[in-house]
């Protein structure tokens, strides 16, 4: 399948720097500091990590969060080389990863079109955050933002609210950066040994949740 790509929009790349404790920030072009969506939304959920890590070892869940990140990063690559069309997109991934890959495809086939962007940076001067979309699409014919995630077991809808606020703080970045709105978000996820799901929300359902985490985010560190 050939996608289509409708790119009207000049957004230029942003410096970002990540920080000891695992903190990434953005330098936008007038010289403000802003933290990644990605920390902020999940400042929430880090107690609950910070407990899992210390009952299941330090060593045993570094070993877990680096393979995840790498299993999620190599899928989410071979996502965005499939929609951007490239022809050889699964050269040099490992076998599992182009399953995972494999169980999304007629999701995504069925599904996205138009796309407008992929792994593009974005910032918001109302949300004082800045992050990298995974990707901006129709959606069965809606503008949405999607994001692609990948995981060992079938998640549970309200076990995900870092993804939609994610998702959320991206649809208000790109409204505020091009004055086109967007209102569905998607979350796509690969499952292993399972079907793939998928989780379609309304953004104004979920950007007060991020509202609220910037704030928190902003009480702990000052920033």
Not at 168 to 181: D, G, L, N, R
Not at 194 to 211: A, C, G, L, M, N
Request: hydrophobic share 35%; proline share 4%; glycine share 4%.
């Amino acid at each position: 399948m050939k996608f289509t790509h409708i790119n009207p929009y000049d957004i230029k790349p942003l410096d970002s720097t990540t920080q000891a404790d695992g903190q990434r920030y953005y330098l936008t072009p007038e010289g403000k500091k802003y933290p990644s969506v990605t920390t902020v939304a999940g400042i929430f959920a880090k107690d609950g990590i910070i407990k899992w890590r210390k009952r299941v070892g330090e060593e045993e869940a570094n070993k877990i969060s680096t393979q995840a990140s790498t299993r999620g990063t190599a899928v989410h690559k071979v996502c965005e080389d499939y929609i951007n069309n490239v022809e050889d997109y699964t050269k040099n991934h490992m076998p599992s990863n182009i399953q995972s890959f494999n169980d999304l495809k007629p999701l995504i086939d069925s599904n996205i079109n138009n796309v407008v962007m992929q792994e593009c940076q974005m910032y918001s001067d109302y949300l004082r955050v800045a992050g990298t979309v995974d990707c901006i699409a129709e959606y069965d014919g809606t503008l949405s933002v999607i994001d692609f995630k990948t995981s060992r077991k079938p998640k549970k809808k309200e076990w995900i609210d870092s993804y939609f606020m994610q998702t959320a703080a991206y649809a208000v970045m790109f409204e505020e950066m091009t004055k086109t709105p967007i209102n569905q978000l998607v979350i796509m996820i690969t499952v292993d040994g399972s079907e793939p799901q998928v989780f379609t929300e309304r953004r104004d359902s979920w950007i007060w949740k991020f509202v609220d985490a910037r704030s928190e985010f902003e009480r702990r560190y000052n920033a």
